[in-house]
Nanobody
Framework: QVQLVESGGGLVQAGGSLRLSCVAS????????MGWFRQAPGKERVFVAT????????YYADSVKGRFTISRDNAKRTVYLQMNNLKPEDTAVYYC?????????????????WGQGTQVTVSS
């Protein structure tokens, strides 16, 4: 059974930082591209960042470019999202996701497995 478990969310003031982690089990982690998405209350789930299975070629949403960094450690079956200079508009539930396909996509439907999410709240 595939499981993706996120951690690292919390409450932080604007300008602060958080590091999210997502540990995968039940799949061959190095065969999957990984992504981070977020969903604010009353809004759709949107793309944040993705990284290829080899660890190269990260892609970011324009809204987080220059502030967020996605990385992965295949030996630990973990993907990270370092979030710096957080803004109130970054407040959302953050989800990690895995996809087997080599096709680069920023749409949630392109991902095969999802975690339960971790709440990030940024106060002004």
């Amino acid at each position: 059974q595939v499981q993706l478990v996120e951690s690292g969310g919390g409450l932080v003031q604007a300008g602060g930082s958080l590091r999210l982690s997502c540990v995968a089990s039940g799949l061959t982690f190095s065969n999957y591209d990984m992504g981070w998405f977020r969903q604010a209350p009353g809004k759709e789930r949107v793309f944040v960042a993705t990284i290829r299975r080899s660890g190269d070629t990260p892609y970011y949403a324009d809204s987080v470019k220059g502030r967020f960094t996605i990385s992965r450690d295949n030996a630990k079956r973990t993907v990270y999202l370092q979030m710096n200079n957080l803004k109130p508009e970054d407040t959302a539930v953050y989800y990690c996701a895995a996809k087997l396909s080599f096709i680069i996509t920023m749409t949630p439907s392109g991902y095969d497995y999802w975690g339960q999410g971790t709440q990030v709240t940024v106060s002004s």
